[in-house]
């Protein structure tokens, strides 16, 4: 008998038709580059992924954060032999003090004697008649034993959930907005989680806002780079253009004017660096400027689209995810953020676009923009 990882990937990668090989092989190079300091093998047995390694608890680590692997259980690999499959099911059983069970059949081998329905019935007889004080519970039991047989047996009453979406790398690019804030970390994760190469980009008002928020900003970076491997953080200095708009814009539109500097700034970095979109945390509703005629206001000075994965969601359960994927400790950290910094007193909840323009026709958009573009600086997470 010997232990390895069976690695099942997200559903959606089997719809794929024609392009399927290509998910797989980009899945394949993405297990490998987060395993890059492990021991290990990856074979395929009719369609299943599995790994051996010496150290499997550190793989499963690691595998599970690999977008596109919907789950990774520890499986028990034996010969295709009934007697063997039901020796290593009453193993695991017996190990575990489960009250009640179900036992689950794959038979993917047709040569293998039995329906699936017959072989989970005779498994299931067979623990009934060796273990004391356990019943069947098709409905809601506490363990469901799985047997999968291929070329080998598999046997495994474990499952560890995995992050899900879609290889990363599979689906574009995109440049993130990113704050030091809860909120773009998650917007960038769930961009990631659904295969989208991710930049960042972070808006630096230096000295109102300090080197220890740029350090803030950096290890949000580094923290998202763990589920993508490698991420390039744009720091644009962003002082000047504040100082403008304060002494040129009337103060209740000094932040949606800001947004709008924010989005075509990014814009034009993305367009430099041929990125093909934007994305920020913003949500509906969640403050001042996010109301939809602010967000429509600063929609209109990006020409690529702009994403906004957190749109609908409630700052709870953005705030849920921030602590599933491990930011939200950082996020927290108290440091001065550019927007909280020059924030006027009563800020234009429904600014009007042709107003708005009319203000900034008093700045020098083109150079400003073009300024902070070319002052921006490059580091590589
Ligand atoms: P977050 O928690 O992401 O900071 P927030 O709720 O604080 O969001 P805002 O400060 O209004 O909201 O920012 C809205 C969005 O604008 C952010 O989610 C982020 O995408 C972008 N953003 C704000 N400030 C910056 C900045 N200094 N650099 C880069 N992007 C920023
Ligand atoms: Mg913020």
Known sequence: MKELLMVKYAPEIFLKGLNKGSFERKLKKNIEKVLADVKYELITDSGRWFIYSENLEKVVEKVKKVFGIAEVCVVSQIERDFNLICEEALRQISDSGYKTFK??????????????????SKLGAYILSNIENIQVDVHNPECILNVEIREDAYVYSKRNKAVGGMPYETNGSTLLLLSGGIDSPVAGYLMARRGVKINAVYFHSHPYTSERAKDKVKELARLLKEYTGSLR?????FTDIQMEIIEKCPDDELTIIMRRFMAAIANNLAEKHKIQSLTTGESIGQVASQTMEGLVVSSDAASIPIFRPLIAMDKVDIMDIARQIGTYETSILPYEDCCTIFV??????????GLIKNSESKLDVEKLINDSVENAEIIDI
């Open 103 to 120: 036992v689950e059949t794959n038979r993917a081998n047709k040569s293998f004697p039995g329906t699936s329905q017959e072989i989970s």
């Open 233 to 237: 953080l744009f720091i644009v200095p």
């Open 344 to 353: 006027p007193k009563h800020p234009k909840t429904k600014p009007i676009l």
